[in-house]
Every structure is written in structure tokens, then in C-alpha cells.
């Protein structure tokens, strides 16, 4: 979809934004440029709607030259999303998102149906609609500037920094409603993050530039983590590189030990001997129907013929699901006072125990 070749921006001072810049950016895919600040990632973003120009190389979208059209033409074709959501303050919401079709002269009745299907599509509440910009949240604001983006279906959606003005927790949101917004339009987006976490979580894949415009690495995520092209690389993740990696695994990957299990109707004796067997204090017990119940202590069990049901079952604090990052995972073993966090498929059927040395096998 989008490709550079041997581009280059340099400013009238001599100074560099980017060198030779060599990259393919693949149609559907999800592309974030990261990096420190003044490495050039915005500017390369900026290329593509010639909101820069490049000094040399070429900048080309479906094979054509970006500079072969009208920059008006090729601005209303690509959807623009930035820091502050930009929108316009003296608009409503509805005359906001209406921007790029009203410009294309859209039909009053299609520009009607197109925001409805947006305001639903970013998941804002339709009273919104004729609310001005300073009547709404950041959160809501951005999903705005997504929503006016997206208006006239460009195949192209870049997006600058578009969660960096809002708090942590509505940043957090803003990604995970991202991520599923991108399943549905499947669009090829550029997306500039100096935030390594957004960009691991969001990006299929991720272009790191260092100081100077360089392009350092441009693979998926977890080739970057895995490992990272140099120096400059291995310092921008960081000292949590391998608990980075462990957000990109699902806990399905992992192999699942089963650990002493027995049923709540199960004699002591048989759920001691069970304990023996793996060298563990504590046993699982689980429901005739293979539900989790919880973990009986062995020094809590009654000797002879009585049963688990007769001593007080403590329940585990947290369990993981097949969906679950190894990254959960692992936190709630550190929090477990058992050392250990249990899968659970379906309504809470039990599918055996999530481990240090399952996820330490997963991440060699």
C-alpha cells in the first residue's frame, strides 16, 4: 500500500529529519512508528499526506508517486488523526465527522447515515451528536477524531499520537476499543507512538527510528522483542523486554501442568496420597463436573475416611483463560500464595496449572 524509497527530509539549515528511509508498509496492516523524541517518526507520518514534502526519495501509494496528485486531493482520500482529536470548535459533533463528505459533496441522506453508523462504530452514545467539542471528555473527543477520520472510507488512516492527551486509564480503553475498531474496518494505518507498550500492543508492526531519522528495526513485535537489531534497540525497550514479550503470548501457548487433583467428595487419604505423588503441600479440588472449586492445605486434611467437603476449601484468588496474556498470568502467580495461577475453559472447567517454569519454557 504505502512505499519509501530512498527518502530523505532535510529542513533549509542543513539539519536531517530522516535519511534514506526504506520501508513497505503492507495493505490491512497496522504500522507504528516509534521512537525517541526528534527521530523523524512524525515527519515520515506526514510524508504520506504531503503535509511534508520529501527532498528526495519517493513517497508512493499504490505504487504511485503521492506527489503525482493534488496535495487537497490526496488529503481528502487519506483519513488524519491527531494528538489533540483537532476538531473543529465551533462544530458539533455531527458537523465534525461530516467534514471530508460534505467536502465531496455527499448527499445530505448519506452524510446522515454515515455519521449514525460512526457514532455507533467508535462506540459514542448517539445524544452526543450535537454536543460542541468543549462539552465533551478526551475520551470522548478522540473517538471523535477517529470517527471524523474514517468518514468518507479512506484506505488509509494515519494517526499521530491520538492517545498521548488523555489519562492512563481512558489511554487503556482508547487501545482496546482500538484494536477491535481495526478488526472490523481493516484499514492500513500509520501510527505514531513514542510509547513502546502502545506500540507493542497495538502494532503488527512496529518501524524504531533513532535520533538522526535512521530506521534502527521494522518487524512485527514479538521479532523486535525476540530480538532487537542493536544496541539503540535493546535500551529504547528496555530493562522489562522479556515481560514486554510476555504480553504478546496468550496463555494458551503454554503448556498447563495438572498438579494434584482431586473431587470435593474425595477421602483425605486419597487427596494426601494425590499430594505425595507430586511433592506438594496442597491439592486442587474440583466439582464431579470438572469445575474449579479451589486448594485444600494437606496439613488441614483429616486423617481416615473423611472427606475433602468436611474441611474449609480456600478458593483461588485469580484464575486465566486460553485468551489471557502470559503477562496476566504471571502477575497472578507472583500475587498467589501458592506460586501458581489455574486455567479455566468455559464456565470455569479446569484445564490444569499455569507456572514459572511453564512460562520460563514458553519464553526460551
Known amino acids: 500500500m504505502i512505499e519509501f524509497s530512498g527518502v530523505g527530509k532535510q529542513y533549509g539549515d542543513g539539519m536531517a529529519a530522516i535519511e534514506s528511509l526504506d520501508m513497505t508498509i503492507a495493505t490491512g496492516e497496522l504500522t507504528v512508528l516509534a521512537g525517541p523524541s526528534g527521530c523523524g517518526k512524525t515527519t515520515t507520518l506526514r510524508l504520506i499526506n504531503r503535509l511534508e514534502e520529501a527532498t528526495s526519495g519517493i513517497v508512493s501509494i499504490d505504487g504511485m508517486d503521492v506527489r503525482a496528485r ?39 441522506a448519506q452524510i446522515a447515515q454515515r455519521v449514525d453508523e460512526l ?48 489519562d492512563p486509564i481512558v489511554r487503556g480503553r482508547l487501545q482496546r476499543e482500538f484494536i477491535q475498531l481495526q478488526e472490523k474496518v481493516e484499514k492500513t494505518i500509520v501510527f505514531v507512538t513514542h510509547d513502546i507498550d502502545e506500540a507493542i500492543s497495538l502494532g503488527d508492526r512496529i518501524a524504531l527510528f533513532e535520533t538522526g531519522g535512521r530506521l534502527a528495526q ?76 479451589g486448594w485444600v492445605a494437606c496439613g488441614d486434611l483429616i486423617g481416615g475416611d473423611s472427606r475433602i467437603d468436611e474441611v474449609v476449601i480456600q478458593p483461588f484468588g ?34 490444569g496449572l499455569v507456572t514459572h517454569a511453564s512460562l520460563n519454557q514458553k519464553l526460551a
Request: no cysteine; charged share 20%; proline share 7%.
Open 70 to 108: 493534488e496535495p487537497t486531493e490526496l488529503r481528502r482520500s487519506i483519513g488524519y488523526v491527531m494528538q489533540h482529536s483537532g476538531l473543529f470548535p465551533h462544530r458539533t459533533v455531527r458537523d465534525n465527522i461530516a467534514t471530508v463528505p460534505h467536502l465531496l459533496s455527499w448527499s445530505k
Open 119 to 166: 457514532i455507533e462504530t467508535v462506540g459514542l452514545r448517539t445524544e452526543i451528536i450535537d454536543r460542541y467539542p468543549h462539552q465533551l471528555s478526551g475520551g470522548q473527543a478522540q473517538r471523535v477524531g477517529v470517527a471524523r477520520a474514517l468518514a468518507a472510507d479512506p484506505p488509509i488512516l494515519l494517526m499521530d499520537e491520538p492517545f498521548a492527551a488523555v
Open 318 to 351: 485469580q484464575a486465566v483463560s486460553a485468551d489471557d496474556t502470559l503477562r496476566t498470568a504471571l502477575g497472578a502467580i507472583v500475587t498467589s500464595p501458592l506460586g501458581v495461577v489455574p486455567r479455566v475453559d468455559g464456565a470455569r472447567g479446569y484445564a
Open 218 to 293: 521494522y518487524a512485527p513485535p514479538a521479532d523486535v522483542l525476540a530480538a532487537p537489531a542493536n544496541g539503540f534497540v535493546a535500551d529504547f525497550l528496555g530493562g522489562e523486554r522479556e515481560l514486554r514479550r510476555l504480553a504478546l503470548m496468550r496463555v494458551a501457548a503454554v503448556e498447563t501442568e495438572p498438579g494434584p487433583e482431586v473431587t470435593s467428595d474425595a477421602s483425605s487419604a486419597s487427596a494426601l496420597a494425590a499430594a505425595d505423588r507430586y511433592g506438594w503441600s496442597w491439592v486442587v479440588i474440583v466439582g464431579d463436573d470438572g469445575q474449579l472449586i
